[in-house]
């Protein structure tokens, strides 16, 4: 165990792999990429090679669930988001278990 590290996440991180869409503003051509994992207020992404911008939606394709996102980090070829809209309890499970 880490000495010092908090978890700073309100709700539970699932693993998953699911196919995500990102809709850029003043964009018609959506990009595909992986989510890697999904909580009630976010998700780590797999990129490739994309700027993306700090704020866009984020369409999880096998629900037909979209989300607004902010970008609070990121690394390589993964980006962690933040759910910037309402508040959706228990979402993290709903995509995990579509």
């Not at 165990?1 to 850029?24: H, N």
Request: proline content about 5%.
């Amino acid at each position: 165990m880490l000495s010092g590290f908090s978890e700073r996440r309100k709700s539970e991180r699932l693993a998953v792999r699911t196919p995500v869409k990102i809709m850029l503003p003043h964009s018609d051509a959506p990009l595909d990429y992986v989510a890697t994992n999904v909580s009630d207020g976010g998700a780590q992404l797999h990129i490739r090679g994309a700027e993306l911008p700090d704020v866009f939606v984020l369409h999880f394709n096998d629900t037909g669930r979209s989300r607004h996102c902010r970008v609070v980090w990121r690394q390589g070829s993964e980006i962690g988001v933040a759910f910037t809209d309402r508040t959706q309890v228990n979402f993290g499970r709903r995509i995990a278990r579509p």
